[in-house]
């Protein structure tokens, strides 16, 4: 390349108006059926995230907002961090006979 020439580049980028939404299924039906605590059937899965363990409670069937304020008061109790997504509380560690022990004084049950 000599000094006096501009260095053109085509990356093969065509940018026009027709942007679509890319639409990925969701690996579980998320229900709008709302249940009592002493219906529900928890289940526990354990996952391992960049080398660290992560408990995993499912599926609730609650209003967001109750699901967020009973996911709020087990981290206070477990002293550990979580959130709730797709129905599924995460919460960070292996804490499953913790959080089982917790769950059962609000009433909810778990599949064996």
């Known amino acids: 390349m000599s000094r006096g020439k ?3 580049l085509f990356i093969g980028a065509d ?4 942007w679509a939404e890319v639409q990925s299924p969701r690996k579980s039906q998320i229900s709008d059926e709302i249940i009592e605590p002493s219906k529900h059937f928890l289940v526990f899965k354990k996952e391992k995230r960049r080398g660290k363990t992560v408990t995993l409670v499912g599926e609730f069937n609650l209003p967001k907002l109750d699901a ?3 996911l709020k008061t087990l981290k206070k109790k477990l002293g550990c961090g979580g959130s709730y997504k797709d129905n599924w509380m995460e919460f960070q560690g292996e804490l499953k006979d913790k959080i089982k022990e917790l769950l059962k004084q609000e009433g909810f049950r778990f599949k064996k």
Request: proline share 0%; glycine share 0%.
């Open 68 to 70: 967020t304020a009973t």
């Open 6 to 8: 501009k260095l053109d």
């Open 15 to 18: 940018i026009d108006n027709s």
